[in-house]
C-alpha cells in the first residue's frame, strides 16, 4: 500500500540511520514520526518511534510534540 501522508518536514540524527518526518495527512490533519533504516536491510525506513497516530491541527504543533518526545531532535532544532 501506498503512503498517503505528505512528508513536509524531515530532520536526519547524524549517520542519516534515523530520522524524524513531519508530515500532513489527506485530511488535512499533521503528525509526527521516529523512523530508522538499516544499511543491511533493503527494506527500507520503519517507525522507531510510533507517534504517527497523532493528530495535530498544524505542522507547528506536530514539530512542538516530536521536540518534547524525541530527545535528538530537539537538539537538531536548536
Given at each position: 500500500?501506498?503512503?498517503?501522508?505528505?512528508?513536509?518536514?524531515?530532520?536526519?540524527?547524524?549517520?542519516?540511520?534515523?530520522?524524524?518526518?513531519?508530515?500532513?495527512?489527506?485530511?488535512?490533519?499533521?503528525?509526527?514520526?521516529?523512523?530508522?533504516?538499516?544499511?543491511?536491510?533493503?527494506?527500507?525506513?520503519?517507525?522507531?518511534?510510533?507517534?504517527?497516530?497523532?493528530?495535530?491541527?498544524?505542522?507547528?504543533?506536530?514539530?512542538?510534540?516530536?521536540?518534547?518526545?524525541?530527545?535528538?531532535?530537539?537538539?537538531?532544532?536548536g
Open positions: 500500500m501506498a503512503h498517503t501522508n505528505k512528508v513536509i518536514h524531515s530532520v536526519n540524527l547524524d549517520g542519516d540511520f534515523v530520522c524524524v518526518d513531519i508530515f500532513q495527512r489527506p485530511d488535512g490533519t499533521f503528525g509526527f514520526d521516529e523512523f530508522r533504516r538499516d544499511p543491511e536491510d533493503g527494506r527500507g525506513w520503519y517507525s522507531i518511534g510510533h507517534y504517527g497516530s497523532q493528530v495535530f491541527a498544524d505542522a507547528e504543533s506536530a514539530i512542538l510534540e516530536a521536540r518534547n518526545s524525541i530527545g535528538w531532535f530537539q537538539d537538531k532544532q
